[in-house]
């Protein structure tokens, strides 16, 4: 207990998480601190091409593992069934209808890549280690989950929530993911040669670029707090808090039975307990407009995200600790 | 200098709902529009401003059409059958253009 | 398609100057704006460009705002005791909207 | 509140002709002018798209002109002059403006 | 003398000074050279971010000085007086209306951070050091001069120049206040450690990026100066190089009082001799929008930029070598 | 034979190829993938920066050399004579008209500075260095070939293609060009110690900027010639993958001549073999509004660059190492 408080306040006091805070509080201060937002893409861009990158040149270095597929099944298997346990909780303890229940829990059914950046930033500062492919872990498990809310309402709500047509085409090539399978394979096909040409831009500065990245992340999270506040019933704000643990829990589960490294089954919990707040959204003012933006945005972004940033990554990491031994 | 009348139909709407309704239009046969970004906004949706957008999600541009009256009808169908579900706002204008040969 | 008459407001003003403007709208009962971005421009005050702006006090902004013409005239006050004594454009044009229980 | 009729012209024409067609208006006697950026549009010569330019040759602007209704023909003129061989739209709407002292 | 000569002439030979000259040059040419406007704003938030974080991890490393306090006290009071003086000076000098001469003498006694940044490079280069907590003293030296500037109006002028409700609050929490102080306490907080993280983003390529900067400050003062210079009468030109020296030599005596470091006396002297071309004629636009902004961003931006950056500098350099004996 | 091979293949796995390649299939795959414009100029400007600096710092290094200015003078002289071959060649192989065959001649007579950043690049990584000036000789082959082509037009075509007042001026002092020779002399004055400041800037994060870049292009090229493949006649097509060859040959004759080190000699056929697409596209709108974009872009951007990228700079290396004996 001792160990996951002290883990819980170093990170608390890593850069990363102090300009993330300095954004939140720059917002809810109301100062016009913003970065610009071909700056924000910029980074995120960095961010993809940056993780994806070192997770291939990481898989080329350590050889193709026999779990490789059986962890990418399982991640969609995870994303698939994510949002239907999300569904039932947000039918109880809030009092959303059909559609917006199913459009939050199509949130939480898929994942946050820079909730998944910051937990590799974490346990490599734990002097840990993971399995390279998780980054492609992370990239199929953006889309099932869509599918699966779209499955939910077809099924309990009411009708005219048909997958559009190319809409799925749409969700599959999104940016964020081929950039990232696609750094992902390049960075598998070139290996250590090509990560020693590119290394000087990925994997210095890159904590650098996370801080303004996170700070950037603060102020668009806490002006959204600021404005849609009223949306966030106590039931909604419990819900953000305690559907990433459990999304934990399953991932644990997926990470011991893959036999992972300590350090892959914390990605894999934090994949798990992770909320998207850039593709889902996307897909779901296609496909389900009629579901309210601000209660979705406000979850992820405003309540899982932070709450991940803060407590949840150290709290996972604990906890895999704890039962690899590791 | 001789100028001819048409129609300035100006639909504001989600990003993400750009591509959609381009093809919608065209489909409904408007031979040339301009798309125009915008920085944010306020509505019965609340405010909201262009940086400090995670989201692709988030965002809207606003689609300019100069069409001939004639063709006014069938464009307003289109845009309408994309607008109605979703946020969005469309306003005709009268004015008029050179070349009308183009339109 | 039904459409029904409206009144497009459109106020060119600087950026500094855009909360306090869509603050006073929204007092005036203005139920909606969207915000379009200015490149540059050119008038008494010189000819400026947005590329070239070290100063946040550089800039315009172009805010727009459709409204019932019976609302005209609350919004022009909000508008005029904004721009007064800033530097600023404001042009009314008669437009048509669809969905009008919107506004 | 006293308005005044104006015209508002709105010229789109390729970035790469901006300054050209902007000094010609001023040569035709306009006092101002406002420049908005485009981000993408179809029409004739096919669709195009901001991003995705590598080419300062690609892009679009459009350039709003508000003037006094006298003074239109000589604003007409000068900017047909540009759009004749080039890709680019005119259009005129009615309007009216605030401060009518500043056209 | 021959000591001043060759630290200008070193300095003028610097690559960041030599980009600035090529912006200046590029500009009167009417080339369409120019730096997207992102950019640009992007470049400043890692300039304010670099120079926060490292002023910060400073004073996590050497302490805190027991004059950090004065300090800050002493800036404040510095930039509520240097507008008094500009004021004063302008109305001999020039024709300037009282309006017009109060919104410039505001400017000349904020800052200009941007000035301060390229000063920690030169007395970098002279192998000096500073307090890091001279970061704090610019960011408190940004605001007090607004308000001086509309007391003297309410003094002088005509009414009017009420300071409007929540004008104070949006120019002391305006964004690159925010970001320089939050970097500088993120700085403090998370020490050498910290800086270990960021220190190949925010040191390694500074100076490279500090000189894509200045060809962007290049190009906009050239640009200014090109379209405004028929408001530059002999005596407006006059004051731009005349008072920032007059601004030195109360930064040297505070600066001595204090018994700063030679390094820290310059960047005293280089802040009260800089004025802001950022915050403060935002801060105009809206509290005095009578005033010319062509007058004061020429004078600031277009002479009394490029006077410090080129000549100011290595004169305030010399000045506190020679009076400190550092 | 079998080395020229190898070096295509290693050229065609190196991570810019392949994430050139990626953007070309995200373009193909009509995935949203997109690079904002700002930072794709931020990109280029970067780009320019580092080669223009790289280039003169490295002239400051090795001393002027003797054929300095014979090699600007023959570069000069080729680009006024390429476009005349060209224009020959696409009247013989395609049925543009005078005008489109006029507009694209200008392209090829120009250059492509990625190109020329690509294969500073791949010679540097087979060991071999180069002359710096041959930015120079970069810089001064932009712009004769844009006089060539309405040369041509004035002597074959209709009337009406008069050079346009002003537009000389606009394009010798284009931002591209202000900032290559910018840089290149700011290099060249500050030598050595300059580089030793801003090297971390420019020299290790470059091979992953280019990455970043390239997919960018790749992007761009990829959307041109999906919705502009109608244009591209087996003819033209042709002429796109043999005249950059053509070109390669005359710079090859012309290194020689020079007598530069086989780096240099490969940079120089590059410089002929490759195309303008930033430049020229922009000069021909505002001098030949009636030549058609879709044809020059398509052919410069869609099939001369990628054809270089990939097989062309390998095959330009093996020749020139061949002929040099280097
Ligand atoms: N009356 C209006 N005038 C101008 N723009 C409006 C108006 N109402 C709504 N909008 C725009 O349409 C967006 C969505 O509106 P709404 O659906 O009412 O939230 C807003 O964010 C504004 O950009
Ligand atoms: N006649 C006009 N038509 C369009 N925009 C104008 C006009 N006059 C002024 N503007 C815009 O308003 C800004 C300020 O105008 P001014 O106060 O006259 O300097 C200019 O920079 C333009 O963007
Ligand atoms: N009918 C139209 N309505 C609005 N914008 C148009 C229209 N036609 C053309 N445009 C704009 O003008 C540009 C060039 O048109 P074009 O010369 O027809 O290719 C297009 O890319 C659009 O941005
Ligand atoms: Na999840
Ligand atoms: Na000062
Ligand atoms: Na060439």
Not at chain 1, 114 to 142: D, Q
């Amino acid at each position: 207990m001792d160990g996951i408080l002290a883990l819980a306040a170093e990170n608390l006091l890593s850069p990363i998480i102090l300009f993330f805070a300095l954004g939140l509080l720059a917002a809810f201060a109301k100062s016009d601190l913003s970065i610009p937002e071909a700056i924000a893409k910029g980074m995120s861009i960095y961010l993809l091409f940056a993780i994806g990158f070192k997770g291939g040149a990481s898989v080329a270095d350590h050889g193709i593992d026999a779990t490789l597929l059986m962890s990418l099944l399982l991640g969609v298997i995870l994303s698939f069934v994510l949002p239907v346990i999300a569904f039932v909780l947000l039918r109880g303890m809030s009092r959303l209808d059909v559609t917006d229940a199913a459009a939050v829990a199509a949130h939480y059914g898929s994942i946050s890549i820079v909730t998944f950046v910051a937990a590799t930033s974490v346990i490599s500062s734990a002097g840990l280690t993971s399995e390279g492919y998780m980054v492609a872990v992370a990239a199929v498990m953006e889309a099932p989950a869509i599918l699966s809310a779209l499955w939910i309402i077809a099924r309990y709500g009411k009708a005219g929530a048909a997958m559009e047509e190319g809409l799925m085409r749409e969700i599959l090539l999104n940016g964020s993911i081929v950039l990232l399978v696609g750094s992902f394979l390049i960075g598998w096909v070139t290996g250590a040669e090509g990560m020693d040409r590119i290394a000087p831009f990925i994997v210095a500065p890159f904590q650098g670029v996370l801080c303004l990245f996170l700070l950037d992340m603060g102020l668009v999270a806490g002006r959204g707090l600021r404005s849609a506040r009223a949306v966030l019933t106590p039931g909604l704000l419990l819900f953000g808090v305690v559907m990433p643990p459990i999304g934990a829990m399953l991932g644990l589960g997926a990470g011991l039975m893959l036999g992972l490294s300590t350090g892959g089954v914390v990605l894999f919990m934090t994949l798990c307990a992770s909320a998207s707040y850039i593709a889902v959204p996307a897909a779901m003012r296609v496909a389900l407009p009629e579901a309210n933006p601000s209660v979705y945005l406000t979850l992820s972004l405003g309540v899982t995200f932070p709450f991940n940033l803060t407590l949840g990554i150290p709290l996972y990491l604990a906890v895999a600790s704890a039962v690899t031994g590791g | 200098m001789q100028t001819h009348k048409a129609k300035r139909v100006e639909i504001t709407i989600e990003s993400v709902m750009e591509t959609r309704l381009t093809t919608a239009l065209i489909k409904a046969g408007v031979t040339g529009f301009t798309v125009l970004p915008v920085l944010g906004g306020s509505g019965r949706s609340g405010q909201w401003n262009r940086e400090g957008q995670v989201s692709r999600a988030g965002g809207m541009v606003s689609v300019v059409c100069i069409i001939r009256p004639e063709r006014l009808d069938g464009l307003l169908d289109a845009a309408f059958s994309m607008v109605d579900r979703h946020i969005g706002l469309v306003t005709v204008t009268d004015c008029e253009v050179l070349r009308a040969e183009r339109f």
